[in-house]
């Protein structure tokens, strides 16, 4: 193990309930849950605010509704999170190319390998000007945990939170262990834990004490000789910068059981095309497709199907899946449905004899039709265009109040709430679902731009002369909306952010750590809280 804490371990505080609600100002410092909205949902993250209410990640909403009643529940927008993501990523890549991304919002830092940090002093300065470069450049806060291995400096990250740094000093790690809970171990869960508590071992000085030859006995080979190395404070594992991605898959948890077949058909459909998409923003392709089916009775079944070639095609793997699907009886009703792909290369093999038959018959091969749009069904008319939904928390623009964000919906209604990253609260106002003048909208940037792009900013948030506008009395319904996968406290920020040059939303990417924009984020991170419970 290194004698100088130069390992770094970051994680962003309730990374997507912080991001709402810097996006949000009616919701800072207020009680926000994201996550699938649904009876059958899970909270993704809760802000430490709602946290207060025992409200935890991977809870089931409706425990969470009930012990938070009074929280705003928003659904996710991943690609607002991907995007601060990949802000925060080229901030880590600017103090070292030993970058190793665990999540969204996590990850470690080898600073040695940088030259950013040799000893104590440099590495908590290095770690210091981190967290100042993070909420400058996103409005953000993240927890910064410094020491010589990387399980300790994902320990210390956790001490820090919310909003800190703390650094281990090589030396005192064995003292730090001793009387922490056995649970704060990597690797050590509920079952090993339980495990452990009956064998009367309930303290990292206690794990050690008991000898490598009764963890062996008591958990395995493996296991046991693992968790003694990490009780004596050993971890030698070093930052990779690459992580190979095995698989990519998407699923779906249905608030109904689907019993009618012709629908499981659609939803199976419709999960490769996602599918498809997620393995093309990643460059990939792959020869191995999967078929997940949870049944009505939780039993869960595994389909596969290995091509002769790695494929990116829509159609290949809508009908790859489709095949799976003819081998599962779903007549009791399915809970859960997922398409993955495995065996993944970073090029595709074209399936020359299929585009040669869709070329006999006069037709497009299946590669050259967008992923974005389902194949149509063979044999049926136009269906009606479907009522649009509005997903609670999701970014709107209406032609004469500007930009907002859906509150609530239903009964035909949409209520907004007309505000942006950098005004007031703003106004809540209630519209026809089928409102032609309100329509989907990208998220602003929760920073705002600099003096050279800040006009083009506020001519987008700003609501532009338009008549007609339909109103109606204000509805807080929010109706279900199927979960994804997958806040920040302090009062409520004014309307005056200070800009400075060159904060584009994506510019750090790039950036380097000694040249980050000179803006003032509106709100702030902080607050108490269950500071182990995390997103």
């Known amino acids: 193990m290194r004698t100088a804490p130069t390992i770094l371990h970051l994680d962003m505080d309730a990374f997507f309930a912080s991001a709402e609600q810097a996006s949000k100002p009616s919701l800072r410092g207020k009680a926000v849950v994201v996550g699938g909205l649904g009876p059958r949902g899970v909270v993704a993250t809760a802000s430490y605010e709602a946290r207060v209410f025992g409200v935890n990640s991977a809870m089931p909403m409706a425990q969470a509704r009930r012990r938070a009643p009074n929280a705003a529940y928003l659904v996710p927008r991943f690609g607002l999170y991907r995007e601060v993501s990949e802000q925060v990523m080229g901030l880590l890549r600017a103090l070292s190319p030993l970058v190793e991304p665990l999540s969204l919002d996590e990850a470690f830092v080898d600073l040695e390998a940088g030259g950013t940090a040799w000893d104590d002093a440099s590495a908590r300065l290095a770690g210091a000007k981190l967290r100042a470069d993070i909420r400058a450049v996103t409005g953000l806060t993240g927890s910064v945990g410094l020491a010589a291995s990387k399980m300790l400096a994902k320990i210390a990250s956790e001490q820090a939170k919310p909003d800190g740094l703390v650094l281990i000093d090589p030396g005192s790690e064995r003292a730090l262990l001793g009387p ?79 019993h009618d077949r012709v629908r499981v058909e659609l939803e199976v459909q419709r999960l490769a095309d996602r599918c498809v998409r997620r393995l093309r ?153 089928d409102d032609p003048q309100l329509e989907p909208a990208e998220p602003l940037p929760l920073v705002e731009r600099g003096p050279e792009d800040s006009e083009g900013l506020r001519a987008a948030s700003e609501p532009s002369v338009s008549e007609g506008a339909t109103q109606g009395p204000d509805t807080h319904l929010v109706l279900d909306a199927r979960p994804g996968p997958d806040a920040r406290s302090g009062p409520d920020a004014g309307p005056d952010a200070r800009p400075g040059p060159d904060a584009g939303r994506r510019g750090a990417r790039t950036a380097q750590a000694s040249s980050v924009p000179a803006i003032r984020p509106k709100s702030r991170s902080g607050g108490g809280g269950d500071a182990t419970s995390r997103p």
């Open 180 to 258: 922490m809970p056995v649970r704060t171990l990597p690797g050590v869960g509920p079952a090993t834990g339980d495990h452990l508590r009956r064998a009367g071992i309930t303290t990292v000085e206690e794990l050690a004490e008991a000898g490598e030859d009764e963890l062996v006995r008591l958990l395995g080979k493996a296991h046991g000789h693992a968790l003694f190395a990490m009780a004596l404070a050993h971890d030698d594992r070093p930052v990779v910068a690459e992580r190979e991605t095995k698989s990519v898959s998407v699923e779906d948890t249905y608030d109904v059981d689907i």
């Open 281 to 433: 923003r990643a460059g990939l392709s792959g020869r191995t497709i999967v078929l997940k089916v949870r049944r009505y009775d939780f039993s869960t079944l595994t389909r596969s199907e290995t091509l002769r070639g790695p494929t990116d095609d829509p159609g290949v793997v809508r009908e790859a899946a489709a095949r799976l699907l003819e081998g599962v009886d779903t007549t009791g009703g399915v809970r859960l449905l997922g398409v993955g792909v495995s065996g993944l290369a970073d090029y595709t093999q074209e399936d020359l004899f299929a585009q040669a038959q869709a070329a006999a018959v006069g037709e497009p091969a299946a590669e050259e039709r967008s992923v974005d749009e389902p194949a149509e069904e063979a044999g049926t008319e136009a269906a009606e265009p479907a009522e649009r939904r509005w997903p609670s928390g999701h970014d709107v623009r209406h032609a004469e109040y500007g930009h907002g964000w859906v509150q609530g919906s239903g009964l035909g209604r949409v209520t907004v709430r007309f505000e942006t990253p950098y005004s007031e609260p703003g106004r809540v106002r209630t519209f026809r679902t």
